[in-house]
């Protein structure tokens, strides 16, 4: 069973960085590739990032590349989310999301099968 929780979202100002993280407290993470989507108030869920259960490959959604990073540790059954150059526009609640490894990473939200309760972003301007 995949239980995840999300930390590390907060306040910051336009520039700045966050980190989130999103650990997992099953002890199969390692089965698992693990994504991150957001939404917005009014908005539709959108695809950040995602990683293959060994951290080999990833993906990124077009507003967040160059600026976001995904990574993992399966040792410490968590995924992390490094944000960079934060822009007002990336405000939203961050959900942590997993899905079996042996089925790869999409951008689908559907495809996931296990979500975090979210984790607020705000960026001020």
């Known amino acids: 069973q995949v239980q995840l929780s999300e930390s590390g979202g907060g306040l910051v100002q336009a520039g700045g960085s966050l980190r989130l993280s999103c650990a997992d407290s099953?002890?199969?993470?390692?089965?698992?590739?693990m994504g991150w989507f957001r939404q917005a108030p009014g908005k539709e869920r959108e695809f950040v990032a995602a990683?293959?259960?060994?951290?080999?490959?990833?993906l990124y959604g077009d507003s967040v590349k160059g600026r976001f990073t995904i990574s993992r540790d399966n040792a410490k059954n968590t995924v992390y989310l490094q944000m960079t150059s934060l822009k007002p526009e990336d405000t939203a609640i961050y959900y942590c999301t997993a899905r079996p490894r042996r089925v790869g990473i999409t951008s689908t939200p559907g495809g996931y099968n296990y979500w975090g309760q979210g984790t607020q972003v705000t960026v001020s301007s």
């Open positions: 990683i293959t259960w060994s951290g080999g490959n990833t």
């Open positions: 099953g002890r199969t993470f390692s089965n698992y590739g």
